[in-house]
């Protein structure tokens, strides 16, 4: 007699935070903001204590921090973004693409060496995701805890 299993799962979905998006950030008014909240501190001759240290490292955290709230643009990431996307494969992509415009337009010239340059350069980005989903992978895996073992599962 066949028996019937019925399990209900809920999947927790993963909560995507804000991070700061320091690409779009405008450097040069960052560094005149921290200059301007830093242009009034004594440079310590020499620090004496741990003390002291933590306390001068203390003022510059939040002069940095302040700043980067002033400046910095936030973002937050789309939960269908390919997070192990990297800008070399965005080059990688656009000089596929320029080959595939430029191997179209001789696809009449079947001896022209476009189409081996453009097999080529197709070959070497289909690897190159290859890999960088391979080393996603990889770096997801060891910093796995006892809990996403069975999602990795």
């Known amino acids: 007699m066949p028996i019937i299993s019925s399990l209900e799962i809920e999947t927790d979905q993963t909560e995507f935070e804000a991070k700061p998006n320091y690409r779009l950030t405008n450097w040069e008014d960052f560094r ?50 390919k997070r192990w996307w990297m800008r070399e494969l965005g080059v990688l992509k656009k000089a596929k693409e320029r080959l595939a415009r430029l191997s179209y337009e001789r696809r009449a010239m079947n001896a022209h060496p476009i189409h081996e340059v453009f097999r080529q350069t197709r070959n070497k980005y289909s690897q190159a995701i290859r890999n960088t989903k391979a080393e996603h992978w990889v770096e997801w895996l060891e910093l796995i805890d006892e809990e996403g073992i069975w999602a990795a599962n």
């Open 32 to 81: 005149k903001t921290l200059a301007e909240r830093t242009k009034d501190w004594q440079e310590p001759e020499e620090i004496g204590s741990i003390a002291e240290f933590h306390t001068n490292l203390e003022r510059l955290d939040i002069a940095i921090k302040a700043t980067i709230a002033k400046h910095v643009p936030w973002m937050k990431p789309s939960p269908y973004s």
